[in-house]
């Protein structure tokens, strides 16, 4: 993966026994919303590509599948990683299966306690699920002796996972998101809708990814970025995410580490700091504190957009688009519906025609107590001050 990660190569080849695992469910739908666009009574056509019908509910099962195969292949015996709101690490473990590897999940505390079914999910599955920050680990001790009511970050999470599999021989620590070998694997979504979209007789104006780390954004993104530079189409890309967490969109632009405690190499990205804790809102699987190196290079030189939302506006476009269309967005993906419900209300109100495509990253079956916060009233609006971005980005200006 390593090598894949700076391969020269155009396209790299899906092994075969991984092909054959993605049989089970690829491709992956792509639909037109005509009923939210009537809803909406825009003229903008809607379309969503929709990776909930993999067998863990999200398009985390794409690179699970090819780390669990050539960690597998490489001899590998466990598998351990850190998960945020829980698609990554329940993927995981369902991918450990046909390897006949073992897989431990550290689980971000917070979503650890509001999707708990995300974790029984996974033991189902075979995994060892241990909240986080836990005991097992320094890095996790150090982080409850600081706050030992901490929510947790998907940043400590992956620190202890990555302490934890450093002491174990056999194991290895794999990663869900923002690596260039994890986008990789993704760009199937893109390069499945691409194909869809031809056959629809539509090439979008905009398509919209939410974003965490970046691996839904950039698997879906990427090969129309491709296209539209072939076909001068002069197509926008826009990455979405929560105003708790705004990396891009609020965060600077500098070296930082991926982890918690500063183990791994340091890259450039945009971030708000490796020590940064986001407000632990429902959408778990954006709480990451900075963007994966590729697409924070694109968002840098102009070539894609990002928009924040709060998590009101979210779950009122989710509880929209289950409504008009009978499917529940995950919290993540509801970002995504959020962005391009406002684009097809740009197109009403400048009355013109306007293709919109989305990613929906995954079902919300497993997060309808979030979705019961909302209707109940109770899902409250966070984000961080300017102040607390600033100091925390202080604490890595001399890297």
């Known amino acids: 993966m390593y090598r894949q990660s700076i391969s020269s190569e155009r396209f790299i080849e899906i092994p075969a026994p991984v092909r054959a695992e993605y049989r089970r469910w690829r491709p992956t739908p792509l639909f037109r919303a005509s009923r ?63 390897y006949d590897v073992a897989c431990t999940v550290f689980m971000v505390r917070s979503s650890y306690e509001q999707k708990p079914y995300r974790g029984t999910l996974m033991r189902l599955n075979g995994a ?46 794999s990663i869900g998101s923002g690596e260039n070998h994890v986008l990789l694997h993704q760009t199937v ?18 398509v919209i990814g939410a974003m965490g780390a970046g691996s839904n954004f950039a698997g879906l993104t990427f090969p129309f970025y491709r296209a539209s530079l072939t076909g ?8 979405v995410e929560p105003d708790a ?11 930082d580490y991926t982890d ?32 994966a190196p590729i697409v924070s290079a694109m968002y840098h030189a102009g070539m894609v957009e990002a928009i924040s939302y709060p998590q009101t506006r979210v779950f009122e476009s989710g509880a929209a688009f289950a409504r008009t269309e009978g499917l529940v967005p995950a919290p993540e993906s509801a970002h995504a519906v959020a962005a391009a419900i406002d684009e097809a209300v740009r197109a009403r109100e400048e009355r013109t025609e306007r293709v919109i ?12 107590g979030a979705y019961e916060s909302h209707l109940s009233g109770e899902t409250v609006d966070v984000a961080p001050t300017d102040e607390e971005i600033k100091a925390s980005l202080r604490l890595i200006e001399s890297l």
């Open 260 to 291: 918690y405690s500063g183990v791994t190499p340091a890259v450039k990205m945009y971030t708000l700091g490796h020590t940064f804790t986001a407000y632990h809102i429902h959408a778990g699987g954006l709480r990451y504190h900075g963007a």
């Open 128 to 173: 060892e699920v241990v909240p986080s920050p836990s005991t097992r680990t320094e890095v996790g001790r150090a982080a409850l002796r600081a706050d030992p009511e901490s929510p947790g970050t998907l940043g400590i999470a992956n620190a202890e996972a990555i302490e934890y599999a450093n002491g174990r021989k056999e194991a290895r620590f």
């Open 357 to 368: 495509l989305a990613g929906l990253s995954g079902h919300g079956l497993l997060d309808l």
């Open 36 to 98: 939210l666009e009537q809803a909406l009574d825009t003229p903008a056509h809607i379309y969503f590509k929709y990776e909930g019908t993999s067998p863990s509910g999200s398009h985390k099962m794409n690179t699970a599948l090819a780390q669990a195969y050539y960690y597998g292949r490489s001899g590998v015996r466990e598998m351990v990683t850190g998960t945020g709101a829980g698609q990554w690490g329940t993927a995981l473990a369902m991918a450990c299966h046909p």
């Open 245 to 255: 967490c705004p990396k891009m969109t609020r965060g600077g632009y500098m070296m």
């Open 189 to 206: 979504i893109g390069e499945e809708a691409l194909l869809q979209m031809g056959l629809a007789g539509e090439f979008p104006d905009i």
């Open 232 to 239: 001068n189409t002069g197509t926008r890309f826009l990455a």
